[in-house]
């Protein structure tokens, strides 16, 4: 396997690609009916940019809303009960002229179709359940295909054995005919991304595309992603809770908590320098090998101590991370609006935390955070 | 790295070339029975209709009920005749033919009457009315009943189920795939007609579809708007305003003997219509199993509503959409081919269950009328000629024979494509 830190040599003449950025979520809030109690805010005022070509990895403990984020942007939130209370997504749909940006949000459902699976393609978490058991994955894939393409059957069954081909299927003509459940998990993982990227779309939306597979078979999977992300300019969110599978993969990091964005780096910033708690009790928390401890450290250890607050740079002026079991700091300037009470303000270079919206940022009005870091133009 | 593409060869093809897209060969053994066996049966009911509902030369009456009472509870011609079976096939043989034979044989009529052994009671008994499956107390044949009601158990079993299943499947998936405040609106309509006695909605559809079969023959609207017509035209001669329809029908109510004079005019201009005997018994049929295809979906659409709910969470109808498919189209192309199973294996079952309701509702007087024969109310009345004297077992035993061997190649039937259908079954 390459290691993510070697540079590829070809990889580097292309650096002068990613200029424009691809996507740019800003402001998103999405909350869901709770049918009694009062509505779920499970993304809220999330802001992230991607770069064709970068790996953006968005990491986070279950329901921080990091699915809830993938899935607005196809708009394959189910509304109701889920509702985009405010925000844009931007996306890049080509790059000539200019460029033709949408807001995703704002497409009506037959523009949607359009852009899903064209566009912007994902794959899910469960390669079991994520083909339809009836039907083969030949037509499966040629689905996908004859959605978009103005191809013909037999010309959509080429293209798919090419697909099957680029994703390292054995015998890609003959396994077309397969049923799904005839592939083993990882196959059927290497089905999926076939499918998705059948159509060459132009970001990839991986939600835990690894977390249903063994170890030897993720990585199998994630170099393949890698490569194929590489060779056609494709941007990749991926959404993983494994940290590991972050430093391995990602160009930028973007750690979320509670529907919001608490820390936004490049990966070699967000692991030798994490700003925020919460960072740095989830990246303390990993049991390193060849180093024995009696316990582990705990994210509660590291949140719950209240120096772990005063370390950010002006933490004297007042600007301290947020976190959403503190009592508000007493100068907080809540604005009247979702996430009004926070700010994602820019600690370093090319670094990100969410913190208070206190006096000192009663007027801060940071724009997305922008960061066009790709980890083969900057070997480290 | 990972990629084992470089040496095709090496790998071979597994399995692929084994699953084909003909999934039909892949029906199994007692399934093909079981085609086999309803194939059979369906030729020989439905193909024998027109002889059994037709009539022979000469005659009024249909095939399936004639018969002549005096030869009435004989057994099966095959089988060991009683003293009382012999008494009864002697008496339905006309006493001049056993004149006949005495003078042949040069004996008395009363000994040739009660002669057991021998010529003459060969030559007697050549003329006994012989029945392949027996007769039923009217000496009407079982085996040609048995065929004309098997027209109709099957014809209706199968209507019925496909209507329940059609309406069902769609009413269900439909609701289920909408979800929220259209999945609670029609189910909770499911639900109250669920809470009504389906007796009462086959009885009210029946009746509702036999008044429009009579508006039909007796054309009494066509009637009614002529002799307004009429009056209008009559009332308009003497009125300088103009008449109404109300005026009309005023007119009419308070002079019955002008309107009785419109009456037989309006008769003699729109005579009864002609409707044969078979397109009448085809219409009470056709009413039948309406009234139980619409009542029996009920069930159905909750089986598929369950099964919708379920599948419709499933990830690969998101990935569907992911790759931007329409609501439409998950629907038709991954939903519906996921509900094959539960959807063949309801339709063998109420295949049985609406030959079954018909029965019942013949026997109250609504479904098929008597003389009809249908294999239902011919083993219900099977049931009551079994008694602890005589036993006139033939009447029970075949037509639920029939109807249980039938019932049975059904569920063979449904059990092979279910495993046809399921591509994890097949190898």
Redesign the interface.
């Known amino acids: 396997m390459t290691d993510a830190t070697i540079p590829q040599p070809e990889a580097k003449k292309t650096s002068a690609v990613a200029e424009q950025p691809l996507m740019q979520v800003k402001n998103l809030a999405v909350s869901f009916d709770n049918g009694s109690g009062p509505r779920i805010q499970a993304v809220d005022g999330v802001m992230m940019t991607i770069y064709p070509r970068q790996t953006f990895a968005v990491v986070g403990e279950s329901g921080c809303g990091k699915s809830v984020t993938a899935m607005s942007s196809m708009q394959l939130v189910p509304r109701p009960p889920g509702r985009f209370d405010r925000g844009e997504i931007l996306f890049r749909r080509s790059n000539e002229d200019g460029g033709h940006v949408v807001n995703l949000l704002e497409m009506s459902e037959s523009e949607m179709r359009s852009v899903r699976g064209n566009d912007i393609a994902m794959i899910f978490q469960e390669p079991m359940t994520s083909l339809n058991p009836v039907y083969t994955v030949g037509d499966q894939i040629v689905e996908a295909i004859t959605l978009h393409r103005d191809a013909t059957a037999k010309e959509a069954w080429q293209i798919g054995i090419d697909a099957m081909d680029d994703v390292g299927i054995p015998d890609p003509e003959g396994r077309m005919k397969a049923y799904p459940h005839q592939f083993s998990g990882g196959m059927r993982q290497r089905v999926m991304i076939a499918m998705a990227l059948a159509c060459r779309p132009r970001l990839l939306l991986a939600d835990e595309p690894t977390t249903a597979l063994d170890v030897t078979i993720q990585a199998q999977i994630l170099e393949l992603l890698k490569d194929l992300k590489a060779k056609r300019d494709m941007g990749m969110m991926l959404i993983t809770h494994d940290l590991g599978v972050v430093a391995e993969n990602a160009d930028v990091v973007c750690v979320m908590y509670a529907g919001r964005v608490v820390e936004f780096a490049n990966v070699y910033d967000l692991f030798d320098d994490p700003r925020h708690p919460y960072t740095r009790g989830l990246l303390a928390s990993i049991p390193t090998i060849g180093h024995r401890r009696d316990r582990l450290v705990t994210i509660a250890e590291v949140v719950d101590n209240p120096e772990e607050f005063k370390k950010l740079p002006g933490a004297d002026q007042g600007i301290t991370p947020w976190w959403p079991w503190h009592e508000p700091p007493k100068d907080l300037k809540r604005r009247d609006e979702p996430a009004g009470d926070y700010v994602l303000r820019k600690v370093a270079k090319d670094h990100w935390v969410g913190v208070w919206r206190t006096e000192a940022l009663a007027d801060d009005n940071s724009p997305a955070p922008d960061l066009s870091f790709c980890v083969t133009d900057n070997p480290q | 790295?990972?990629?084992?593409?470089s040496q095709?060869d090496s790998?071979?093809?597994?399995?692929?070339?084994k699953?084909?897209h003909a999934r039909w060969t892949q029906i199994g053994k007692s399934g093909v029975i079981g085609i086999g066996f309803l194939a059979f049966m369906f030729a020989l009911c439905l193909g024998s209709l027109p002889w059994t509902l037709g009539s022979a030369v000469g005659e009024d009456v249909p095939r399936y009920d004639e018969g002549d009472p005096k030869s009435g509870r004989l057994p099966p011609s095959w089988w060991v005749y009683d003293e009382q079976d012999i008494a009864r096939s002697r008496a339905a043989v006309d006493s001049e033919v056993y004149q006949q034979i005495a003078d042949e044989y040069n004996i008395s009529l009363e000994e040739t009457l009660d002669s057991t052994k021998g010529p003459a009671a060969e030559a007697g008994a050549a003329h006994w009315p012989r029945f392949l499956l027996g007769s039923d107390q009217l000496g009407r044949s079982l085996g040609v009943r048995l065929l004309a009601g098997g027209g109709i158990s099957l014809g209706i079993g199968i209507a019925a189920a496909m209507i329940s299943v059609g309406i069902g499947t769609i009413y269900g998936a439909i609701a289920a795939y909408m979800g929220?405040a259209v999945d609670s609106v029609m189910m909770r309509v499911v639900d109250v007609l669920y809470g009504l006695p389906y007796i009462l909605l086959v009885v009210l559809l029946a009746v509702a579809s036999n008044a429009k079969v009579d508006e039909y023959i007796s054309q009494s609207r066509a009637k009614e708007k002529w002799i307004q017509k009429q009056a209008i035209v009559m009332l308009e001669q003497s009125s300088t305003q103009p008449v109404t329809k109300r005026d009309a029908r005023e007119y009419l109510a308070g002079n019955s003997a002008y309107r009785e004079e419109l009456f037989v005019q309006a008769t003699q201009k729109y005579p009864p219509r002609e409707i044969s005997k078979p397109m009448r018994t085809f219409l009470d049929v056709a009413t039948l199993l309406i009234a139980i295809g619409g009542v029996s979906w009920l069930t159905m659409a909750r089986v598929i509503r369950g099964q919708v709910l379920s599948l419709k969470n499933?990830?690969?109808v998101?990935?569907?959409?992911?790759?931007?498919?329409?609501g439409r189209r998950v629907f038709v192309?991954?939903l519906l081919?996921?509900l094959?199973g539960p959807i063949v294996v309801y339709a063998t079952l109420a295949v049985p269950q609406a030959i079954l309701q018909e029965s019942f509702l013949s026997f109250l007087g609504i479904g098929v009328k008597p003389p009809l024969p249908s294999w239902g109310n011919l083993a219900a009345e099977g049931l009551s000629e079994l008694n602890t004297f005589r036993s006139h077992w033939w009447l029970l035993l075949f037509p639920c024979l029939l109807l249980g061997m039938t019932l049975l190649a059904m569920n063979f039937v449904g059990e092979g494509l279910r495993e046809a259908?399921?591509?994890?079954r097949s190898r």
């Open positions: 790295m990972a990629r084992s593409t095709p790998v071979p093809a597994l399995i692929a070339e699953s084909s929220g499933q990830q690969f998101e990935s569907a959409r992911a790759v931007g498919a329409s192309r991954h081919p996921n094959i259908f399921d591509p994890k």
